[in-house]
């Protein structure tokens, strides 16, 4: 029988024995798995662990918070946060191109994360404690997808992370491997890991920066966030959130429209809720929602957000459609 707590404590064990008293370091996503890789790490080894978390302006309403305070209050992990939002807007400055804006976004993740990851390791250096590890929170399903199926070892030995520079490196912890998802969330709750992390359904690393079709400024961004808020909330309250594999919000900032509210024509932007079902996002159906919940969302949507006259829904499959619209 698989039972969270013996997974955590076996863990815990080989974790200790490879990291000795050296120092270890975390990118947190505000994800599932990087989250719980952390607090299975920090379990582990405690303040010799340090996470950093990159806030690119690009998560949705309250993810930062939560990564922030619920996460640190809740694990007792020692986080470094580095605001990046303002770099984050200033690079992706009329950038329309969805996939420019990938590599923009990827570009300067890595940069930020470099940055912060040479302070830690300067800093602990000075103190004599080595960084020697990176955890990552890799899964079962990864380490098929790229055919080293058969180890059970948590540790690979010292390569280049993720486009980390050359006098940057670390051996990697991947406390994950074994598991899979539906584990990972169990091992989550069991550290207590606060639910809105454990549940989240799956977000694309470029976020909302991916959502906007069009430029990613700060005034889209807020009108996305408000739209996506309302949007995730009224899904919660139908009791759809285990339903749908994801509901991607999206905005069409370069597509206005004609509308009218109160008592005057408006020229305002669409939103498109994008609910999915799928396996594994490889195909996907969209979902058949209930249309009083739809109704509800579409209504709050365009009551409450500035800017935007309506809501759409995607009723494609994937494929033709992927799940994202950029
Ligand atoms: P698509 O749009 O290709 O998405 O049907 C499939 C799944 O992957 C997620 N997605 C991403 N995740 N970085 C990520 O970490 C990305 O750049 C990215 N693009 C798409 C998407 O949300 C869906 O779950």
């Known amino acids: 029988d698989w039972d969270a707590a013996s997974v955590i404590d076996e863990q815990v064990e080989a974790i200790r024995a490879t990291v000795g008293d050296k120092r270890v370091l975390c990118a947190l996503s505000g994800g599932v798995d990087s989250s719980v890789a952390a607090a299975l790490v920090h ?9 950093v978390f990159v806030d690119h302006g690009l998560l949705r309403e309250g993810e930062a918070e939560a990564v922030e305070r619920e996460f640190v209050a809740s694990t007792g992990v020692h986080l470094v946060v580095v605001d990046a939002r303002e770099r984050f807007l200033t690079a992706l400055a009329g950038v329309r191109d969805p996939e420019e804006k990938r590599k923009i976004i990827g570009r300067e993740f890595i940069r930020v994360f470099e940055q912060a990851a040479r302070d830690v390791v300067g800093e602990a250096a000075a103190e004599g404690h080595p960084v ?13 997808e ?3 199926g058969t180890g059970t070892a948590n540790i690979k030995s010292h390569h280049n992370v993720g486009g980390l520079p050359d006098d940057l490196q670390f051996a990697l912890v991947e406390p994950l491997r074994d598991l899979f998802k539906d584990e990972v969330r169990k091992v989550g709750l069991e550290l207590g890991v606060p639910e809105a992390i454990v549940w989240r359904q799956p977000f694309p690393g470029p976020g909302l920066g991916i959502r906007i079709v069009g430029e990613v400024t700060a005034e889209n961004l807020a009108t996305l966030r408000a739209a996506d808020q309302i949007a995730r909330h009224e899904l919660t309250a139908a009791g759809l959130d285990r339903t749908i594999w994801q509901c991607p919000v999206v905005l069409l900032a370069d597509v206005r429209s004609v509308g ?5 024509r408006t020229y305002g932007h669409p939103i498109v809720l994008r609910p999915v079902s799928s396996e594994d996002a490889m195909t996907a159906d969209w979902t058949r929602l209930p249309y ?10 365009t009551n409450e957000v500035d800017g935007v006259n309506r809501v759409t829904l995607d009723v494609t499959s994937k494929p033709p459609g992927t799940i994202e619209w950029e």
Do not use: H, M
């Open 43 to 51: 379990k582990a080894v405690g303040d010799r662990l340090t996470c």
């Open 132 to 144: 020697e590890f990176l955890v990552q929170g890799t899964l079962y399903p990864d380490v098929v």
């Open 260 to 264: 009218v509210q109160g008592d005057g």
């Open 146 to 148: 790229s055919g080293g």
């Open 292 to 301: 009083d919940v739809l109704a509800t969302i579409s209504t709050r949507i």
